[in-house]
């Protein structure tokens, strides 16, 4: 899809985008107004209806009960029929759980081989052979009771009270750790909680808890220890309540300090990057710009042996026929897959449905159904192999492209993400999605041009260039792939400099 071609003022060549061959929808890129004409692919249209930036215009006659087609891919039916001209939405395209056709691979994809040239990025090595982009100190509540106290622990560290070469004592406060069923739902918060004491960007960690909780902080201190060193835990119970614990921490910390004075970055292999991949606030540009310009920076990731991880699950669901034909081999398909069927029965409990995850905001934007929105997300994964499908805050060790089964609810998906141990986010919004990390920088790409400059404080790289015809995906992927290297050796984030430390650990479970 070339859009150099596209001028940026309005005109009936460059009005409408179609993106394959065989939809019967064209993207509007400006408002159309009736009565105005398009021309798609030679063909003229004449707009029948008012049609916002963003939403879907039909362009080729659809009786009523055929299916729509975006991308080349059924994205629903219609509920009656539809002319050329009128706008398609949510009014007149249903939703529609189809079986889809899947293609497995027959034999093995192999890792690709090295690059002749390496990219390098200034980080911290870990003794595990991991690399940090950042070196913070953790305080982790085991339990809601003590994220209280874990807050103030970090709030009494203020800026200028600690060396360079540590970026902060950052706080991991949460609701759960109590309450819980025993057994899944525990398990996935303690590897959660563990992926966050032994992350890459962290130097060194403290496990703080009430002391009766559920998740006892002794499961992170045994022989079985997330961390080699500079990790230490305490109970409230244990060590004064709240003032005694602040108290103790507080001198803990300052003596990991002392351990930490010596650390500096060093130049690494960017074959160390472990990229997050995550949409929010999406909208009908997101498959056209700035999702498709990060799926180019992944397969560069992947072309080195770093990792670039998609996450959301529920926004893979309408996509996955197109991710298991790209999977290494026949075990990653069936992994990934079981992951999308567990999704399902998760949801049945609660008569819940993979469409209801387009939020207000995404169908304001022009995306009418899980499955027009799902096809534009998997665009985040590039085109290359899947090498490797994981569980939530399961620890990634793959190069390459990798699937992570999390939620599609912004922080909890970023949780996972950080907690395997992404030591970069990217996260792309068309609505303008305000969100980051307590230790991990978050990217923010915006994607549409709009929501750039009304939201400039929150967004680092604008792909709404794409759609205004000044710049191509390419261009923009290798933009954000060399502001990945720069980010990862330092350079600060519009998240982080605003702050954003969102936590929220996924829990599957009832409440006790």
């Given at each position: 899809?070339?859009?150099?071609?596209i001028?940026?003022?309005?005109?009936?060549?460059?009005?409408?985008?179609?993106?394959?061959?065989?939809?019967?929808?064209?993207?509007?890129?400006?408002?159309?107004?009736?009565?105005?004409?398009?021309?798609?692919?030679?063909?003229?249209?004449?707009?029948?209806?008012?049609?916002?930036?963003g939403?879907?215009?039909?362009?080729?006659?659809?009786?009523?009960?055929?299916?729509?087609?975006?991308?080349?891919?059924?994205?629903?039916?219609?509920?009656?029929?539809?002319?050329?001209?009128?706008?398609?939405?949510?009014?007149?395209?249903?939703?529609?759980?189809?079986?889809?056709?899947?293609?497995?691979?027959?034999?093995?994809?192999?890792?690709?081989?090295?690059?002749?040239?390496?990219?390098?990025?200034e980080?911290?090595?870990?003794?595990?052979?991991?690399?940090?982009?950042?070196?913070?100190?953790?305080?982790?509540?085991?339990s809601?009771?003590?994220?209280?106290?874990?807050?103030l622990?970090?709030?009494?560290?203020?800026?200028?009270?600690?060396?360079?070469?540590?970026?902060?004592?950052?706080?991991?406060?949460?609701?759960?750790?109590?309450?819980?069923?025993?057994?899944?739902?525990?398990?996935?918060?303690?590897?959660?909680?563990?992926g966050?004491?032994?992350?890459?960007?962290?130097?060194?960690?403290?496990?703080?808890?009430?002391?009766c909780e559920?998740?006892?902080?002794?499961?992170?201190?045994g022989?079985?220890?997330?961390r080699?060193?500079?990790?230490?835990?305490?109970?409230?119970?244990?060590?004064?309540?709240?003032?005694?614990?602040?108290e103790?921490?507080?001198?803990?910390?300052?003596?990991?300090v002392?351990?930490?004075?010596?650390?500096?970055?060093?130049?690494?292999?960017?074959?160390?990057?472990?990229?997050?991949?995550?949409?929010?606030?999406?909208?009908?540009?997101?498959?056209?710009?700035?999702?498709?310009?990060?799926?180019?920076c992944?397969?560069?990731?992947?072309?080195?042996?770093?990792?670039?991880?998609?996450?959301?699950?529920?926004?893979?669901?309408?996509?996955?026929?197109?991710?298991?034909?790209?999977?290494?081999?026949?075990e990653?398909?069936?992994?990934?897959?079981?992951?999308?069927?567990?999704y399902?029965?998760?949801?049945?409990?609660?008569?819940?449905?993979?469409?209801?995850?387009?939020?207000?905001?995404?169908k304001?934007?022009?995306?009418s159904?899980?499955?027009?929105?799902?096809?534009?997300?998997?665009?985040?994964?590039?085109?290359?192999?899947m090498?490797?499908?994981?569980?939530?805050?399961?620890?990634?060790d793959?190069?390459?492209?990798?699937?992570?089964?999390?939620?599609?609810y912004?922080?909890?998906?970023?949780?996972?993400?950080?907690?395997g141990g992404?030591?970069?986010?990217?996260f792309?919004?068309?609505?303008?999605s305000?969100i980051?990390f307590?230790?991990?920088?978050?990217?923010?790409?915006?994607?549409?041009?709009?929501?750039?400059?009304?939201?400039?404080?929150?967004?680092?790289?604008?792909?709404?260039r794409?759609?205004?015809?000044?710049?191509?995906?390419e261009?923009v992927?290798?933009?954000?792939?060399?502001?990945?290297?720069?980010?990862?050796?330092?350079?600060?984030?519009?998240a982080?400099?605003?702050?954003?430390?969102?936590?929220?650990?996924?829990?599957?479970?009832?409440?006790?």
């Amino acid at each position: 899809m070339g859009l150099l071609d596209i001028a940026k003022l309005p005109t009936a060549e460059n009005s409408a985008i179609r993106l394959h061959e065989s939809d019967n929808v064209a993207i509007a890129r400006v408002p159309l107004s009736p009565g105005s004409r398009i021309l798609v692919a030679g063909i003229a249209v004449d707009v029948k209806d008012s049609v916002p930036a963003g939403h879907k215009v039909c362009i080729a006659a659809i009786e009523s009960g055929r299916n729509v087609r975006r991308y080349g891919q059924v994205i629903g039916r219609t509920r009656t029929a539809i002319e050329p001209g009128q706008h398609v939405h949510v009014h007149n395209l249903a939703f529609e759980d189809h079986e889809l056709g899947l293609e497995f691979p027959a034999g093995e994809v192999p890792y690709p081989p090295a690059p002749a040239v390496m990219p390098a990025f200034e980080g911290y090595l870990r003794e595990d052979g991991r690399a940090g982009t950042r070196n913070y100190i953790a305080v982790v509540a085991a339990s809601n009771c003590a994220a209280h106290t874990v807050d103030l622990i970090a709030e009494s560290f203020g800026k200028g009270s600690l060396p360079e070469n540590v970026d902060g004592v950052v706080a991991f406060p949460h609701g759960e750790g109590c309450g819980h069923s025993i057994g899944p739902d525990t398990e996935q918060l303690r590897r959660t909680l563990a992926g966050v004491l032994n992350h890459p960007n962290v130097g060194a960690a403290l496990i703080i808890g009430l002391g009766c909780e559920v998740n006892q902080i002794d499961h992170y201190l045994g022989p079985k220890a997330p961390r080699t060193k500079r990790l230490h835990g305490m109970t409230l119970q244990g060590s004064g309540g709240t003032r005694g614990t602040i108290e103790a921490a507080r001198t803990r910390i300052l003596e990991f300090v002392e351990e930490m004075k010596a650390e500096k970055r060093v130049t690494v292999p960017a074959s160390h990057l472990r990229l997050g991949l995550n949409c929010g606030g999406s909208d009908s540009f997101s498959g056209i710009s700035a999702n498709p310009a990060l799926g180019v920076c992944s397969d560069m990731l992947a072309a080195i042996g770093a990792s670039a991880v998609l996450a959301e699950t529920t926004e893979c669901f309408g996509a996955e026929h197109l991710l298991v034909k790209r999977a290494r081999n026949r075990e990653v398909a069936e992994r990934f897959l079981g992951f999308i069927e567990g999704y399902k029965k998760y949801l049945r409990q609660f008569g819940g449905s993979f469409d209801d995850n387009p939020s207000p905001g995404n169908k304001e934007g022009g995306l009418s159904n899980i499955l027009e929105k799902s096809l534009g997300a998997s665009a985040k994964a590039g085109t290359s192999p899947m090498m490797a499908a994981v569980d939530y805050a399961e620890r990634i060790d793959s190069p390459g492209f990798v699937f992570m089964n999390t939620p599609g609810y912004d922080p909890v998906s970023l949780t996972g993400l950080a907690a395997g141990g992404c030591n970069l986010i990217a996260f792309t919004t068309g609505r303008g999605s305000a969100i980051g990390f307590p230790n991990v920088p978050v990217i923010k790409i915006a994607t549409n041009s709009h929501t750039y400059r009304r939201m400039q404080d929150n967004m680092d790289v604008n792909a709404g260039r794409i759609i205004d015809g000044e710049a191509t995906v390419e261009q923009v992927g290798r933009e954000i792939f060399d502001l990945c290297l720069r980010v990862a050796s330092g350079e600060k984030t519009c998240a982080e400099r605003l702050g954003h430390q969102e936590f929220v650990p996924w829990r599957i479970g009832p409440v006790l």
